[in-house]
C-alpha cells in the first residue's frame, strides 16, 4: 500500500490505481476485516476519482459508508462526512440532484451530531 501511496503522491494515478488494487485483492484474501480494508478503499477511490471514473469510485464509496454504519452507527460526524465526500463524487461526474440530495442529508446528520462540515458545492 506504500507503493501506492508514493505513486499517487507524484502523480501516477494509474500506477497507484493498479497497486491499491492488488493491496486489496492480497488483503480480501487474507481475511481482512472491513474494517481494515477502509484504507485501501479510500486510496483506491482517490486514484478513481483523479483518473474519472467516478461511476466505480461511487460503487466502493457505498461500500465505505456501509462498513462505516455497521462499525461506527452513533458517528453522526463520520457518517455525514462520507456524505459529504459521496457527494462530490456525484457533483465531478455531473449528477448535482443526487450531490444535493446527499449534502441536505450531510447537514442534518452533521447537525444532529454537533458538527459542521464544509460542503463541495455552494
Known amino acids: 500500500m506504500a507503493v501506492a501511496r508514493m505513486a499517487y503522491d507524484r502523480g501516477l494515478y494509474r500506477a497507484a490505481w493498479r497497486n491499491y488494487r492488488t493491496a486489496l ?3 480480501e ?4 476485516s ?5 484504507p485501501i478503499l479510500l ?3 482517490m486514484c478513481l476519482g483523479e483518473c474519472g471514473d467516478f461511476c466505480e469510485a ?4 457505498k461500500r465505505v459508508i456501509q462498513i462505516d454504519k455497521a462499525t461506527s452507527s452513533a458517528d453522526c ?6 456524505l459529504n ?3 462530490l463524487i456525484y457533483k465531478n461526474a455531473g449528477k448535482i440532484e ?6 441536505r442529508k450531510s447537514l442534518q446528520l452533521s447537525e444532529k451530531g454537533g458538527t459542521a462540515l464544509n460542503h463541495p458545492i455552494d
Request: charged share 10%; net charge negative.
Open 25 to 27: 485483492q492480497a488483503a
Open 29 to 32: 484474501q487474507l481475511g481482512f
Open 34 to 38: 472491513e474494517q481494515q480494508l477502509l
Open 43 to 45: 486510496g483506491l477511490i
Open 58 to 61: 461511487e460503487q466502493l464509496y
Open 77 to 82: 460526524a463520520r457518517l455525514a462526512s462520507d
Open 85 to 87: 465526500t459521496l457527494a
Open 98 to 103: 443526487q450531490a444535493q440530495a446527499l449534502l
